[in-house]
């Protein structure tokens, strides 16, 4: 059964009919999906259900096998690469910085799109390297060697390359992983304000649900490389929901400090 | 996002150089290199230059590079046979070392190089054919050993191909089997070739700057000054790969096309390579690895690279020919023995592979 309930919203950008995986291996079929244009939309779903692979096509690091990702209507994989990557950035998993990069010069590769061969650097880029950094509070390792940080520092500075970039969309492959709590928490509440002061259009994929719930205005839950539904946090969250999505069974409560559904599990679904 | 009025210093590994609406960013410790590189291969020009079994003078060099030579045989020595002995070590070495300084980007491995991968094997392979069935000029056993090389390239690049994606450890490994085949088939040509013949491929096979001519000099020298610069320019965006196919992928590189460009480029100028001196083992390897040590990362070195290849072949050069009782030891020789010790080094050393 595939409750969508449809927002309605104006997006930017759009899976039609996609069809997506890899070397024969079929992750999803005729995925459809609208993301809410100034809205943090974030993806759950269980471990393998695809959540990745519909993000890497958002973020046309994967070419569908079949169907169109659309920006502004457009085909995506027929626009120009660097055209491309000034409006919409992606923060992939697994990034290695090479060794001996500092800080510094990893941020300042996110304005890459922004250049040319011969115009290296301005003072935007300047600008937003330094604004990127200061959002992102890695300002005071700016001259450290990447490979040399922990991986929650290691993570911001990653974060702060993609904000770099300086596209009004956004999408998130896990930026919380590798995180402690206090450092998931503050990731978060750095992309809602991103989200909140600058409008941007962000795209996550979260794996915990609570925080998903907490933070995102838009939620899409997957299951087995389909969108079971997707819709605001309170209006989707319930406990059958859960049990067909992750084949748990829980309680749903408000969330004590914001208020927002709060899923306790009780154990596997039977 | 907002604009802020006080822009933090950021400390910047590279220098901006402005003009007009124009701005390159260079690393000052990569100049620095750069141009001491510079310096060292002109006095190991001069020295090859001068160096010899007739003792030529400066001020005599100086007249006859002017045009102004008095004696004709000493304008025969250097301008036919010390000059372009030197052209070819220069342009070998830079050669060399550009080619290793993308293939290690590539496979973001040092052992990427295409000595090792088995590029530089395949070269020989095509040169070795042409001399033991053909039986070659200088200069068809170059197209030759361009041929084999860009050849054994597609193989190796083909095999490595998963999901339209190469690089990494399996080219690599891909790159070492390949190799591994076409070192048994040189082998074996020279085993059942004509006598002569083998002994003519295997002095070739040694890696060799005796003997040189502009006919091995000129093709070389043409490859490094096209395709250096491309290389050059393809660096920005295989530094950006260095970080992951899919962190250069959304930062608006063609991630497949440029590494397919570049990967060609860097297996003509290998193949070029081998096809002016034979197999010259390790300096693909150690020169960008050199280079790595000498300034702070900031991207990929192609032009450090080559300047430290071209060093590293003229010195070698020039050194050996100092090597006192008359042992002449063929160029590809010594750098192999001396690489391997580097190589070792470098190995026990590693951080991580």
């Known amino acids: ?270 | 996002m907002k604009p802020i009025a006080d822009l933090p210093e950021l400390p910047f590994a590279t220098r901006l150089w402005r003009w007009r609406h124009w701005s390159l960013r260079v690393s000052l410790p990569a100049l620095v290199v750069a141009v001491a590189l510079s310096l060292v291969l002109m006095l190991a020009m001069l020295a090859s230059l001068v160096m010899g079994t007739l003792d030529i003078g400066l001020a005599e060099l100086l007249a006859i590079l002017g045009g102004r030579a008095e004696n004709p045989l000493y304008h025969h020595i250097v301008l036919n046979i010390r000059l372009p002995r030197a052209v070819t070590a220069l342009f070998v070495g830079a050669a060399l070392g550009a080619s290793g300084a993308v293939f290690q980007s590539i496979s973001r491995n040092a052992l990427g190089s295409p000595d090792v991968i088995g590029f530089t094997t395949g070269s020989a392979t095509g040169a070795i054919a042409q001399i033991v069935l053909f039986g070659g000029g200088a200069l068809s056993v170059a197209v030759a050993a361009v041929a084999g090389g860009v050849l054994t390239a597609i193989v190796v690049y083909g095999l490595s191909v998963r999901g339209g994606q190469a690089g990494g450890y399996r080219l690599i490994l891909t790159g070492i089997g390949v190799g591994a085949v076409l070192a048994a088939l040189n082998n074996l040509m020279l085993v059942k070739g004509d006598l002569d013949d083998a002994v003519a491929a295997n002095l070739w096979l040694a890696g060799s700057l005796d003997a040189r001519t502009w006919q091995q000099a000129i093709p070389v020298a043409l490859g490094v000054v096209v395709l250096v610069p491309l290389c050059i320019v393809g660096a920005r965006a295989l530094a950006l790969m260095e970080m992951g196919d899919d962190a250069a992928a959304q930062l608006g590189v063609s991630v497949e096309r440029q590494r397919r460009a570049l990967l060609f480029y860097a297996v003509v100028l290998a193949a070029l390579a081998t096809g002016a001196a034979g197999p010259i083992a390790f300096v693909a390897l150690a020169a960008p690895q050199l280079v790595r040590r000498l300034v702070p990362y900031t991207g990929l070195a192609v032009m450090n690279s080559a300047l430290m290849g071209a060093t590293l072949m003229l010195v070698g050069d020039v050194l050996t020919r100092l090597l006192p009782f008359n042992l002449t030891l063929p160029i590809g020789r010594v750098t192999g023995i001396v690489g391997g010790v580097y190589l070792i080094v470098l190995l026990a050393r590693a951080r991580r592979l």
């Not at chain 1, 660097?82 to 304005?111: S, T, W």
Request: charged letters at 20%.
């Open chain 1, 1 to 270: 059964m595939t409750i969508t309930q449809s927002t309605q919203a104006q997006g930017r950008l759009q899976a039609q009919n996609v069809t997506l995986g890899y070397d024969g291996r079929q992750v999803s079929e005729q995925l459809n999906l609208t993301v809410p244009d100034g809205r943090f939309s974030v993806i759950v779903g269980p471990n393998g259900c695809g959540k990745s692979t519909l993000l890497r096509s958002l973020g046309r690091l994967l070419k569908p096998q079949q169907g169109q990702v659309l920006l502004d209507g457009a085909d995506m994989n027929r626009l120009p690469t660097k055209a491309l990557a000034r409006e919409l950035g992606l923060l992939p998993q697994g990034a290695q910085a090479p060794d001996g990069l500092r800080v510094v010069d990893l941020v300042a590769r996110g304005r890459y799109p922004h250049q040319q061969l011969l115009r290296q650097w301005s003072a935007q880029d300047h600008a937003a390297v330094a604004e990127a950094m200061r959002l992102t509070d890695v300002l005071e390792l700016a001259d450290r060697e990447v490979d040399q940080l922990s991986g929650g520092q290691r993570q911001r500075v990653w974060i702060a390359m993609v904000l770099a970039q300086q596209t009004p969309l956004l999408l998130l492959d896990e930026p919380t992983t590798y995180l402690d709590l206090a450092h998931q928490l503050e990731v978060l509440d750095l992309l809602r304000e991103l989200n909140r002061l600058n409008g941007h259009t962000l795209v996550a994929v979260l794996h915990d649900l609570n925080q998903a719930c907490r933070y995102a205005d838009h939620l899409i839950a997957m299951r087995e490389g389909r969108i079971v539904a997707e819709g605001a946090p309170r209006e989707l969250m319930t406990e059958q929901l859960v049990a067909e999505v992750f084949g748990l069974d829980c309680l749903i409560i408000d969330d004590p400090v914001s208020g927002t559904p709060m899923v306790i599990p009780r154990g596997r679904a039977g």
